[in-house]
């Protein structure tokens, strides 16, 4: 793309509930973008209960860039799909309230989605956190030990993906394959991906399109946050199956693992009170028994290497484990029971305190 020919026109989607401490924070960086095509914002305004709608009012009064479309339910798929259904322009771009974008990332975000000829561009989540357990959380998105090492969480060369963080899209390409999946509560993006890749279409990762992200900030947002999203997951391989990625079924088969080594201990020392143990229930409580060992030496690893104080790495560790094991558990809720009307909580009482 060069610099004589025309911009094409963006629009921004932002799905928003309960952000009014800083809503304004997010809307303002999206706005002073350096880019020089027409934009537009289109925020989904969820139920929220903390004054969120007098913000975004406040907002979209001093810009008319910015419009507002109500979203009576809080599910984010839905939101989407109406502040898109609500925009106007052929780049749509999903930005987030609880995230804050650089003022260069629309400009190169368009340029990496003519140059490479996706359907959908996204780059990396630079998780970030300013007490000392959303620090630790925000270095458990960036670490392979953590999220399983995809590239919008720990980075990586420029090219085709799975998924997208946020998004940068084609609108042709997303109307065709409809949209957002409005049944999908979490996981949405990803799912959307899918569908793109199945019809044909490119999704680009760009290592430059960086985001900033604010995580959970306690220990129970984090755990209800991956439960949630463990149980969406697994509806998603009950939907699609082996198309889901082998790193999906890690936490899960942990848990498993840790359940089976707890109940074949128990058995053991039970039969252990009235008999002899046989040679073969011996083994197989060993055999199990070295699962959560391992995992606790990997916990262990990580406290050694983790650079920072005792502390730091403690947390690290905990975060590590917390992840792996809410994951996990929803993972299999949402494999065997599927998801239902399963909902994040984790942010309903606001965003993380910045």
């Known amino acids: 793309m060069t610099g004589e020919r025309a911009w094409p026109g963006v629009s921004y989607v932002m ?13 303002e960086t999206v706005m002073a973008q350096d880019y020089p095509g027409e934009r537009e914002l289109v925020l989904a305004l969820g139920p929220s209960s903390d004054g969120t709608d007098a913000v975004a009012e406040r907002l979209a009064a001093e810009d008319p860039r910015i419009r507002l479309v109500p979203n009576p339910g809080m599910d984010i798929p839905i939101g989407l799909n109406l502040a898109i259904a609500a925009s106007r322009h052929d780049v749509v771009m999903r930005v987030d309230a609880h995230t804050q974008i650089p003022t260069e ?32 959380v925000a270095r458990g998105y960036r670490s392979r030990i953590g999220l399983g090492g995809g590239s919008y969480h720990v980075g990586g060369e420029a090219g085709p993906t799975e998924s997208a963080y946020l998004g940068v899209f084609r609108r042709d390409a997303l109307e065709a394959v409809g949209g957002y999946d409005e049944t999908l509560r979490r996981g949405e993006d990803w799912e959307l991906n899918y569908r793109l890749r199945q019809a044909g279409h490119l999704v680009w990762f760009d290592p430059a399109l960086q985001v900033t992200y ?11 946050q991956f439960h949630s999203t463990g149980v969406w997951r697994g509806e998603l391989v009950r939907r699609i199956g082996a198309s889901n990625g082998v790193r999906f079924f890690v936490p899960p088969a942990l848990v498993v693992a840790v359940a089976l080594s707890v109940l074949v ?16 229930l011996a083994v197989v409580a060993t ?16 406290v050694v290497t ?3 104080s005792l502390g730091d790495r403690l947390r690290f560790a905990g975060v ?21 009307t399963n909902r994040d909580t984790s942010r309903s009482e606001g965003g993380p305190t910045r």
């Open 15 to 27: 799905p928003v509930l309960n952000e009014a401490r800083y809503l304004a924070a997010a809307v």
């Open 105 to 136: 990332y629309t400009r190169i975000a368009v340029r990496a989605l003519e140059e490479s000829g996706a359907a959908n561009v996204g780059g990396l989540m630079l998780a970030t956190g300013e007490t000392p357990l959303q620090r630790a």
């Open 214 to 224: 604010w995580p959970r900030e306690t220990w129970a947002k984090l755990a209800r």
């Open 265 to 280: 201990g128990l058995a053991t020392a039970i039969v252990a009170l009235v008999a002899a143990v046989p040679a073969w």
């Open 287 to 302: 055999l199990l028994g070295l699962a959560p060992l391992a995992y606790l030496l990997l916990l262990a690893l990580a």
């Open 306 to 308: 983790t650079p920072g």
């Open 320 to 340: 590590i484990a917390v992840m792996h094991l809410a994951w996990g558990t929803g993972f299999l809720q949402g494999v065997v029971r599927g998801a239902g």
